[in-house]
């Protein structure tokens, strides 16, 4: 078992997320096509689909969608502030995944530049 300095237990890491015990200045996407590091500051909304398997990101200059299954944990740690970087789990087959004691597990990673023309209208 892992232990922090103070001796309580390290639960195990999100598949999918690397999490920091301080606030991040960005958050970095990483997926199959492309990397990005995105200020927080510029993060405008989090939002958790009910059934935990979509998490949307609107940032200033660009959308992101997370896909896949019980993405509460990581939706708490990039509230927080603390998540420092989101990228694909290590599955074999992202659309049946196996789950690992009821850990996040993301399956994919949509992200779009948002055209100032798009913002206007919001």
Avoid at 62 to 78: A, K, P, S
Avoid at 92 to 109: H, L, M, Q, Y
């Amino acid at each position: 078992m892992i232990e922090t300095h103070d001796g309580t237990p390290l639960r195990p890491r999100p598949h999918g997320v690397e999490r920091s015990d301080f606030q991040g200045l960005f958050l970095r996407f990483e997926s199959k096509r492309e990397r990005i590091a995105l200020p927080y500051a510029l993060l405008l909304k989090l939002e958790l689909s009910l059934d935990q398997r979509t998490l949307e990101l609107a940032f200033a200059t660009h959308t992101v969608t997370v896909g896949g299954w019980d993405l509460h944990e990581i939706y708490e740690m990039i509230a927080d502030g603390h998540a420092r970087c989101i990228h694909l789990s290590d599955q074999e087959s992202p659309g049946n995944p196996a789950r690992r004691n009821d850990r996040p597990i993301v399956g994919e990673i949509r992200i779009a530049r948002v055209e100032s023309d798009d913002r206007k209208g919001q």
